[in-house]
């Protein structure tokens, strides 16, 4: 089945019941997102996924929340469903549906912070060293780091621009994406979704397995 095919989506044919916003998830106070400095969340991983996102590292809202791509203003979740991998904009708290659409998410670096660039080198690299052995573990058939500068820090490849990488991931075939996060100014929602979608062509033209 391609990845993202809304047939596999739970809830599909009824398109779901919509979370998030209206109210439903009230907003971290200030106290409770300087408390979330420097935890970790649960990876959205099983064995055998299409794709497995790579966050840079969880923010504070996300940290505070538990939902991977929380903070209002990040737009991975309209860049997912933009390019085709959901049938429909999810809330970051429906993150749960990703994994039957064959989807996950993990971070670089596990510990929560305001903005990525307080992360240190060394923690990039460490990370990429610890996410190499996650994916020989679970062994998706695709990597998508979502963050050039990250993936160039990490894995000491300077010149790395967007797109597939020539080089493999513990077997896996590797992909890097722009940052979703409102910060980066360089990309627009429609580039974003773009970006995701040329993943996922890429993606169901070489099926897993």
Do not use: C
């Amino acid at each position: 089945m391609p990845v993202g095919d809304p047939r596999s989506a739970p809830g599909a044919a009824g398109g779901g019941r919509r979370t998030g916003p209206g109210g439903r998830h009230p907003r971290p106070t200030k106290e409770e997102l300087a408390l979330a400095a420097d935890r970790t969340i649960p990876d959205l991983i099983v064995p055998g996924l299409d794709v497995l996102f790579v966050g840079i590292n969880p923010g504070l809202w996300s940290a505070a929340t538990g939902w991977h791509f929380a903070r209002p203003g990040n737009r991975f979740w309209p860049a997912l469903h933009r390019g085709g991998f959901t049938p429909r904009q999810l809330h970051p708290s429906e993150q749960d549906q990703l994994p039957a659409l064959g989807l996950g998410i993990t971070n670089m670096v596990a510990r929560a912070s305001a903005r990525a660039d307080e992360l240190a080198a060394a923690e990039l690299v460490a990370g990429a060293r610890l996410l190499t052995e996650k994916v020989a573990r679970y062994r998706p058939a695709w990597v998508a780091v979502v963050g050039v500068t990250a993936y160039r820090i990490g894995f000491a490849r300077p010149k790395a621009g967007f797109g597939p990488q020539p080089e493999a991931l513990a077997g896996a075939r590797l992909w890097v994406l722009p940052n979703p996060s409102g910060l980066n100014a360089h990309f627009t929602p429609e580039t974003l979704g773009a970006a995701f979608a040329e993943l996922r062509r890429a993606a169901n033209d070489e099926p897993h397995g």
